[in-house]
């Protein structure tokens, strides 16, 4: 992942290359007035883009966070190194649980997420770096994990989050569809993904619109 930052927050120097960092090189100047912030479930679950330091603590003052869920997983960069400082000022519990926001959802990391919902301090807060596609697919699970239908769980992946359902991120609609059509009703979604569910498959079966890439990949420019 492209980086200018140099791994220190110790100094004023590099705090402010970090800070050059997320604004400039991870586009966090483009976050400052649009945080995506929307509440999943109250009380429980929240989700935005990546926040900055700021919109953190604000985040955490108004709905009264306990833990942050870092859906980039270990990027290495100053809008990672600033949110994890941020995070341990504000006293939030921090989980990195890395997800693909064009792959088939992994089982292994939905089950680990899971736990991760079963277990964390509530409320909390899931961010990827825009706020549409990884973390509408986490906000998606916790409905899922949480008993709620796939018709409630499919807003959370929605062009008003910044969703392109037919770009390549359309696939975790799919996978979405996939527990529909195959588990909804009949077996437990979480019985359904460690028993049932068939990445391979889902991978084999998607295809996506050219376009609709061209304008996620290219033009968005989206992780």
Request: aromatic residues 10%.
């Amino acid at each position: 992942m492209d980086t200018i930052y140099r791994g220190d927050l110790s100094t004023q120097a590099g705090r402010r290359n970090a800070w050059l960092d997320a604004l400039f090189v991870d586009h966090a100047v483009l976050r400052l007035g649009w945080t995506n912030f929307a509440t999943v479930a109250p009380g429980a679950l929240y989700r935005s883009n990546h926040p900055v330091p700021f919109q953190l603590a604000r985040f955490t003052r108004k709905a009264g966070l306990r833990t942050v869920i870092n859906l980039r997983g270990q990027c290495r960069n100053g809008s990672d190194a600033l949110s994890r400082d941020a995070a341990s000022r504000l006293g939030l519990d921090f989980f990195d649980m890395a997800l693909d926001s064009r792959g088939a959802p992994q089982r292994d990391r939905i089950l680990r997420l899971a736990e991760i919902y079963r277990t964390m301090n509530r409320p909390a807060l899931i961010h990827c770096k825009s706020g549409a596609d990884r973390a509408g697919i986490a906000a998606a699970l916790f409905i899922l994990v949480e008993g709620g239908t796939v018709a409630e769980a499919r807003r959370q992946l929605s062009l008003r989050f910044g969703h392109i359902r037919q770009s390549n991120t359309g696939i975790l609609d799919a996978f979405l569809d996939a527990y529909e059509k195959d588990g909804e009703g009949r077996k437990a979604f979480l019985d359904w993904v460690a028993q049932d569910y068939d990445e391979q498959a889902l991978r084999a079966r998607f295809s996506s619109w050219s376009f609709a890439r061209f304008v996620n990949d290219r033009l968005l420019a989206r992780e």
